[in-house]
């Protein structure tokens, strides 16, 4: 599956901007789909998953409650709507798929496909 992700941009600290991860190749709902970020100096670092059908996600404490991932599996498209923005969300973003919702959902080396990732600058 080849994944493309698109969105990101800057805003200001406490504004919004939604992510997208569309798919191509193979059909979505064959995967779990994972958002991972990666700030300047740092590692690229989990941020929330969610299951085949939707019906099971995860956050980083980071983002609980700011940050919603959801999928539409009709159209491939992974979704992760950011809210409440802060500079410490300045990073580049990824999606990411993989085959199984397991206690591996974590850690990056888990996801056999990755987008090219999108940037996302927030502002104070």
């Known amino acids: 599956v080849q994944l493309q992700a698109s969105g990101g941009g800057l805003v200001q600290a406490g504004g919004s901007l939604r992510l997208s991860c569309a798919a191509s190749g193979r059909t979505l709902s064959s995967y779990v789909m994972g958002w991972f970020r990666q700030a300047p100096g740092k590692e690229r670092e989990f941020v929330t998953v969610i299951s085949r059908s939707g019906s099971m996600t995860n956050y980083a404490d980071s983002v609980k409650g700011r940050f919603t991932i959801s999928r539409d599996n009709a159209k491939n498209t992974v979704y992760l709507q950011m809210n409440s923005l802060k500079p410490e969300d300045t990073a580049v973003y990824y999606c990411?798929?993989?085959?199984?919702?397991?206690?591996?959902?974590?850690?990056?080396?888990?996801?056999?496909?990755w987008g090219q990732g999108t940037l996302v600058t927030v502002s104070s």
């Open positions: 990411a798929a993989k085959a199984d919702y397991s206690s591996t959902n974590y850690h990056s080396t888990a996801y056999a496909f």
